[in-house]
């Protein structure tokens, strides 16, 4: 917890200046770690992804929650118990967000709205792979 912490801490001025699905994509990926994905099936999904958004033009273009790529990753990773680990991880780091106003904001919101915290991970999932992090 005292790591989640810190995350948070880190994120807070950078969740402050950007917009909500960016905020969004942010704090999925760090809840990221405690959903459980075959590896083998989330490589092929983000490769389906990555065509889909290419197709749509520039690669490095902003990626937004209801982007079509981000969309269809959303769809063939989609799982309940996943759903629910994505859930209750974001639960887990809103215990850690007290005096951290944005990263408050940003995780009530997720917690609100199951679809869209679901596309904020596919999102995440999908510039990682993007930007070449692991």
């Avoid at 770690?33 to 197709?55: H, I, Y």
């Avoid at 799982?79 to 990263?103: I, K």
Wanted: aromatic content about 2%; cysteine-free.
């Amino acid at each position: 917890m005292e790591a989640d912490r810190q995350i948070l801490e880190h994120l807070e001025p950078h969740l402050r200046e950007t917009e909500p699905d960016g905020a969004a994509a942010m704090l999925a990926l760090v809840a990221r770690d405690k959903v459980a994905f075959d590896t083998g099936e989330l490589s092929a999904a983000v490769r389906r992804a990555l065509l889909v958004l290419a197709a749509g033009g520039d690669l490095r273009r902003e990626l937004s929650l209801d982007d079509r790529a981000v969309t269809r990753l959303a769809e063939d990773v989609d799982d309940p118990s996943r759903r629910a680990e994505l859930a209750a991880a974001l639960r887990e780091l809103r215990t850690s967000s007290d005096e951290l106003p944005a990263a408050t904001r940003a995780l009530d919101a997720l917690l609100a709205d199951e679809d869209r915290a679901w596309r904020a991970l596919a999102t995440a999932l999908l510039a990682d792979e993007l930007t070449g992090d692991e």
